[in-house]
């Protein structure tokens, strides 16, 4: 069982940034694949970026590419979601998940078993 906590959310101004973080409970942490995943009003929970055992090993979506960098510490059982060049449409809930399971990028919201409460960012123009 995996316990997920996401904190940094907040508001903002466009082109500026926020850290998010997730700290989970539980064992093994490197063996889990990390994802972040939004969801903005009115829409279905999306992809954002994926982390597999080091933070060498990340994925993102194109809407994200080049601005937001995925990391973690499993010496901590942390994973965080660094955002840069924030606009209005990064505007969401962001929620952080886990799976147990290293061996490929996982990018759909259902190969996922845990999931943090989510996090608030508002990016304002």
């Known amino acids: 069982q995996v316990h997920l906590v996401e904190s940094g959310?907040?508001?903002?101004?466009?082109?500026?940034s926020l850290r998010l973080t997730c700290a989970a409970s539980g064992r093994s942490?490197?063996?889990?694949?990390?994802?972040?995943?939004?969801?903005?009003?009115?829409?279905?929970?999306?992809?954002?970026?994926?982390?597999?055992?080091?933070?060498?090993?990340?994925?993102?979506?194109?809407?994200?590419?080049?601005?937001?960098?995925?990391?973690?510490?499993?010496?901590?059982?942390?994973?965080?979601?660094?955002?840069?060049?924030?606009?209005?449409?990064?505007?969401?809930v962001y929620y952080c998940a886990a799976r147990l399971g290293t061996d490929r990028y996982y990018l759909k919201e259902g190969e996922y078993n845990y999931w943090g409460q989510g996090t608030q960012v508002t990016v304002s123009s």
């Open 9 to 16: 959310g907040g508001s903002v101004q466009a082109g500026g």
């Open 29 to 92: 942490f490197s063996s889990y694949s990390m994802g972040w995943f939004r969801q903005a009003p009115g829409k279905e929970r999306e992809f954002v970026a994926t982390c597999r055992w080091s933070g060498d090993s990340t994925y993102y979506a194109d809407s994200v590419k080049g601005r937001f960098t995925v990391s973690r510490d499993n010496a901590q059982n942390t994973v965080y979601l660094q955002m840069n060049k924030l606009t209005p449409d990064d505007t969401a």
